[in-house]
């Protein structure tokens, strides 16, 4: 009997985003993929969960995992964010520390950047934000992290504009295992419709509200009904604290509850392309991230 050896050029792997709070990671995950996937805020902690997006390039299949933001996490819900975070960078087969270049290298980053050194995995180490910061101070910065760390490319991009990421896809596709492709061509994400729906209305929020109550906060997706005139019904409630906070949220004479809906509206029907019908709901749950059943909802491991 002959043996046929089969033919696998194909290339297929995990590519985990990984850096502190605030680094660009999911503006990074939605330019790889060319699709909004990830919510984006200017503030940090942002992502609280792992998300996959899928990309390809040079016949390669990408699949991006973007992460919660790593830092010296304290409470329940930031230990179970940092948790997911780590483990997203030890299932990865490749690993890209992304790096804000406008501030100097934070003790989070050194921390990752010292955490990854033991691991047998590819990493790449990329100084995001260049469109705005002078180029001088990213060598210094560079050389820094390279003594700490140990890297197999330092790269300079802006997830911004796009500047240095074909650069990124060339480097990643080299390094790939030779696989064959996990998802289909048209394949974007792993991430529901109800997720989705969920975190547009936390970024409305996040981008609303501000010191902790963005913090004391989650979203969830309570209800989908499918209408037969083909737009959507979707209820969502808001999980707050405290009752002075549902007071803040729902604002005089249901403002802020008002606008944050009109957004998260606007901005799902472009993503679903149909109407979209959008019924939100405030609640007061005290002590909801010391419970387990939201941590499901949020796509989170429970830790102790
Ligand atoms: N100028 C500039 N701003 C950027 C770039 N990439 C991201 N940003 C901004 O940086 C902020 C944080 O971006 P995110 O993508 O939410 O960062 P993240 O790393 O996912 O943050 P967490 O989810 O909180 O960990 C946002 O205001 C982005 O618009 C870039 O290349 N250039
Ligand atoms: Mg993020």
Redesign the pocket.
């Known amino acids: 009997m002959t043996n046929v050896a089969v033919s696998t050029s194909s290339k297929c792997g995990f590519v985990a985003l990984i850096?502190?709070?605030?680094?660009?990671?999911?503006?990074?995950l939605n330019a790889l993929v060319g699709s909004k996937i990830?919510?984006?805020?200017?503030?940090?902690?942002?992502?609280r969960s792992r998300l996959v997006g899928v990309a390809i390039h040079n016949e390669s299949q990408m699949i991006f995992v973007?992460t919660?933001?790593i830092f010296t996490a304290n409470k329940r819900l930031e230990r179970a964010m940092v948790a997911a975070a780590w483990e997203g960078a030890n299932d990865a087969d490749i690993v890209v520390l992304?790096v804000?270049a406008?501030c100097k290298i934070s003790d989070s980053t050194k921390t990752i950047a010292e955490g990854l050194k033991g691991s047998s995995k590819k990493t790449i180490l990329a100084f995001?934000?260049?469109?705005?910061v002078e180029r001088e101070k990213l060598l210094a910065m560079s050389k820094q992290l390279n003594d700490l760390g140990s890297f197999e490319e330092t790269l300079m991009?802006?997830?911004?504009?796009g500047n240095g990421l074909d650069m990124l896809r060339d480097k990643i596709t080299a390094f790939l295992p030779e696989e064959p492709w996990l998802y289909p061509e048209d394949h974007l994400t792993d991430i529901t419709e109800r997720m989705l729906a969920s975190e547009i209305t936390r970024e409305k929020f996040f981008l609303r509200f501000h010191e902790e109550l963005p913090y004391a906060t989650t979203i969830e997706t309570e209800r989908w009904k499918e209408l037969k005139d083909g737009s959507v019904r979707v209820e969502q409630v808001i999980y707050v604290e405290r009752d002075s906070q549902k007071m803040i949220v729902i604002g005089k004479g249901g403002r802020g509850l008002k606008a944050i809906g009109k957004q998260a509206r606007e901005e799902l029907e472009t993503l679903l392309d149909r109407k979209v019908h959008l019924f939100i709901f405030v609640k007061v749950r005290k002590g909801w991230s010391d419970d387990k059943e939201r941590y499901l909802n949020m796509g989170l491991q429970w830790v102790n």
């Open positions: 850096g502190a709070p605030n680094a660009g990671k999911s503006t990074l990830a919510i984006v805020t200017h503030k940090v902690q942002t992502t973007d919660p933001g992304l804000d406008t995001n934000k260049i469109d705005i991009i802006s997830a911004k504009t």
